[in-house]
């Protein structure tokens, strides 16, 4: 028999260490060559690691929650996998089930869940979209972040009807616990389920449902097979647990194959849910302990801790300057309306944040400076250079429970408002699913910062390491504004930017956040 050792490698560009954060195998599993084996946590982001050899699992040379540095051994596989051995299920599915199932062939079928909190952000996710919290549009606040919702692909699967004769179930509380997203999960899985029907049967009982959303102009069956293909892709046992734990589909960020909202989805959301309300009463320690006894010590590594080092460099060694400026955004909010009622943006998420993405491109390249990187000693004879891109990898800021994470889009400026969307969809959804890889936040040029997404209107953001200017977009809401001598409702919002003052003067940071107001007041610039 022969153990071969599996080493950890460098996945980024110079890094020293990573956390194995999860095991994905086990000692007796039979793996192949690319299955997942770990997840581990480097100083940028949560990276799986598939294995390089094919074989029977031997033993686990490094217990979860350890940090060790590249090139230590952390699995040991044999060669000699028995014959008789059964084939290892996905090792990306997590080991733990959500909960005991019926032994049915659709509950079978189903993945187990992942532990919540690797599933979903902190409420405070800088990606929301601004037209979440009180737009015309009339969502939710603390609705879904930008770039949520179903892939491109998403739109090519059918919705399903739920079974005839089903009793509708009146929405829960809240605050309902997790254990009853079990329970519902267990209640729905059984196989007596009645077969589903067409979805032609669905056509009319959809009608009146989706009739609020339909496109100007889409009548009859054309208009409902709209109105269907924008719902939130759900299986009809999800949608039953959704319907009796109150919770709306749409806020729920998805992470099926296809952009479907899965079970496991809906427990991740109905416990961060709960955290948030349950969370506050418990947070105080009992007063008769000592002061000293009711502190939480959290160990600062991996992305916080990589964060926390570049923000305090970025801080301390580039000259922050910023400036501000209110912006009459309502006819981005109609634009907005427009996008997602056109047939060419169905299934696509849609928000403000797109407009401003385009903005940001169109401005940078009238004003060359603040999509650059100022290199110090780049001679080797003590002088700096400023090096000016010609070419846009727009970052999104975004807070996970990891730290702070700043994923980019390579060449920006290649892409029209459809691909720049789909762009900004998976960004999102990646991020979320905590599969953002190190090359995905290496090379940014100009960083968006969303601090509108929690009702606030503007901030002074650090500018990201490499760059020289960051953006950060307050909220949308109606405020009075002058008009032509009239006082009137608009949608305003507050763009702040932050700058480098090595690179980017007062006159050019002015003019650069004047091109990007100018987009936001008149999206019909871009067509020039």
């Known amino acids: 028999m022969t153990v071969k050792k599996f080493n950890l490698p460098d996945v980024g560009e110079g890094l020293t260490e990573a956390e194995i954060v999860s095991w994905k195998v086990k000692p007796g599993d039979t793996v192949a060559i690319n299955d997942v084996i770990c ?116 739109v090519k699967r059918r919705p399903r009807k739920r079974p005839e004769g089903a009793a509708s179930v009146p929405a829960a509380a809240p605050s309902a616990a997790p254990a009853a997203v079990e329970t519902a999960v267990e209640r729905v899985a059984e196989p007596s389920a009645p077969a589903l029907p067409p979805v032609a049967a669905q056509l009319p009982a959809a009608a009146s449902q989706t009739s609020a959303n339909q496109a100007p102009g889409l009548t009859g069956i054309g208009a409902t097979v709209s109105g269907l293909v924008n719902r939130v892709l759900a299986k009809p046992p999800v949608r039953k647990i959704a319907r009796e734990l109150g919770i709306d589909l749409a806020d729920v960020v998805p992470t099926g194959a296809r952009g479907e909202v899965t079970r496991e989805d809906l427990v991740s959301y109905q416990s961060q849910r709960d955290a948030e309300v349950d969370q506050a009463d418990k947070f105080w320690g009992a007063s008769k302990k000592p002061q000293d006894q009711r502190v939480e010590r959290i160990p600062v590594k991996g992305v916080r801790k990589a964060t926390a080092k570049a923000m305090v460099e970025s801080a301390f060694t580039a000259p922050h300057v910023s400036i501000f400026v209110d912006v009459d955004a309502s006819r981005t909010m109609e634009f907005v309306k427009r996008l997602k009622a056109s047939r060419d943006f169905e299934g696509i998420k849609v928000s403000p944040l797109l407009i401003l993405s385009k903005a940001v491109i169109w401005a940078a390249a009238r004003n060359p400076s603040v999509n650059a990187t100022w290199v110090e000693n780049a001679d080797g004879n003590g002088n700096a250079e400023i090096h000016v891109k010609h070419y846009m990898n727009l970052g999104i800021a975004a807070a996970t429970p990891r730290g702070l994470m700043v994923p980019n889009i390579k060449d920006a400026q290649d892409l029209s408002l459809k691909e720049l969307a789909l ?106």
């Open 39 to 154: 997840e581990i946590e480097t100083a940028k982001s949560l990276v799986e690691l598939p294995s390089p050899y094919a074989g029977t699992v031997a033993e686990l040379l490094v217990a979860e929650g350890i940090t060790v540095e590249v090139g230590t051994a952390i699995i040991g596989i044999s060669d000699n996998a028995p014959a008789s051995a059964p084939a290892s299920a996905p090792a990306s599915a997590p080991a733990a089930p959500l909960a005991e199932q019926p032994a049915a062939p659709t509950a079978a079928a189903t993945p187990a869940a992942a532990p919540a909190a690797e599933q979903v952000f902190e409420a405070s996710m800088y990606g929301k979209l601004p037209d979440d919290a009180g737009t015309s549009d009339g969502g939710p606040a603390g609705g879904p972040l930008v770039g949520s919702g179903p892939k491109a692909d998403a």
């Open 423 to 528: 762009a900004l969809n998976e960004l999102a959804s990646t991020a979320r699913a905590g599969k953002t890889q190190p090359s995905q936040m290496q090379g940014g040029s100009l960083t968006i910062t969303n601090i509108g997404a929690l009702g606030i209107d503007t901030g002074t953001p650090i500018i990201n390491p490499g760059e020289v200017a960051i953006v950060a977009f307050g909220t949308i809401k109606q405020k009075p504004w002058v008009l032509d001598g009239e006082v009137i409702p608009r949608w305003i919002t507050t763009l702040g930017g932050s700058f480098d003052h090595r690179v980017v003067d007062g006159d050019l940071s002015a003019r650069f956040m004047a091109d990007v107001a100018s987009i936001l007041e008149e999206p019909a610039l871009l067509l020039d």
